[in-house]
């Protein structure tokens, strides 16, 4: 473990923090899930504070770069399916942001996963797409089409040249990483100006994630900070983008889906999930709107 960090967006002194979950990490319930997307939620988690300047919610002692490398690029990956609901509803989501760029020519997804979402930017008339993803496993589940695009590995700002990207993504991948403000600052220099850096984060405020409290699914292993739309609106401002905002949006999964991540018992979980399995639930898709957050901010024309 590294020594006690500040907040990683206002860089604000922990001692000031207030505590707003005690550490709890089982290493008998670490697996190669642990460390993979949309995965039934295990409810550990890092000691977290909770900063009183930009209300992020932040690890203080967070693993160490090489430790989160490794541990990403082995994790196991088995939600091709949600993962392609997802980024359907980050299109729908998206779309005003979109139309208020110059063009629609390059973009890049950091946390791509199996980059599904990379071909409905290429739908939406996005010729050059890069995906940078750690999980080997997840890259291994792409099709053949998208696996061209994406580069096996952590993001790094330096290999990719300065304002040549249009569009960058980065879906549900802010809490992962050690210094949510350097990729923010990463971002607006990758892109053209004019270009829109968007991300979708959890929201710690949003009701659902207030009532369900410890048992939240937003209580994970993986996650080094957690976000209130204050908190985000904050890092897009403190960055340097402009015309920043921040809103609530609906996720569409499968009832199974939904399932796999309340906090039912294992046992009522199982039950359910064989039920809603037969191929008359399989294609009912549920409409939610479970307090995640997409965030938009544009680079300084």
Request: with cysteine; aromatic share 10%; charged share 25%.
């Amino acid at each position: 473990m590294t020594s006690s960090r500040c907040c990683p967006i206002c860089k604000s002194s922990s001692d000031g923090a207030s505590l707003f979950l005690a550490e709890n990490i089982n290493p008998e319930k670490i697996s190669g899930f642990s460390f993979s997307s949309r995965k039934a939620p295990e409810f550990m988690c890092h000691r977290m504070l909770r900063c009183p300047v930009c209300d992020l919610v932040y690890a203080d002692n967070p693993p160490a770069e090489s430790v989160l490398a490794e541990s990403y690029h082995s994790a196991s990956y088995d939600s091709s399916e949600e993962a392609d609901d997802a980024a359907k509803a980050y299109v729908i989501a998206i779309q005003r942001a979109l139309d208020k760029l110059a063009t629609r020519e390059s973009a890049l997804e950091i946390g791509t996963g199996t980059g599904i979402f990379l071909k409905y930017l290429k739908d939406l008339g996005f010729s050059k797409l890069v995906g940078v993803e750690p999980s080997r496993a997840a890259i291994d589940a792409a099709t053949p089409e998208c696996r061209q695009w994406i580069r096996e590995g952590m993001f790094n700002e330096q290999d990719f040249d300065t304002e040549s990207f249009d569009l960058i993504c980065c879906f549900m991948t802010m809490e992962h990483v050690r210094d949510p403000m350097e990729i923010a600052k990463s971002a607006l220099r990758l892109l053209k100006p004019g270009g829109v850096f968007v991300t979708v984060t959890h929201d710690y405020r949003s009701p659902v994630n207030r009532f369900l409290g410890k048992h939240s699914p937003i209580v994970d292993i993986e996650h080094l900070q957690i976000f209130s739309k204050k908190a985000i609106e904050e890092l897009f401002a403190r960055a340097g983008f402009v015309n920043g905002s921040a809103k609530s949006f609906i996720n569409r999964y499968s009832v199974r889906y939904w399932i796999r991540l309340s906090p039912l018992s294992p046992g009522i979980k199982a039950f359910l999930g064989d039920l809603f399995c037969k191929p008359v639930f399989s294609r009912i898709r549920l409409s939610i709107n479970v307090g995640n957050t997409l965030a938009c901010g544009y680079k300084p024309k």
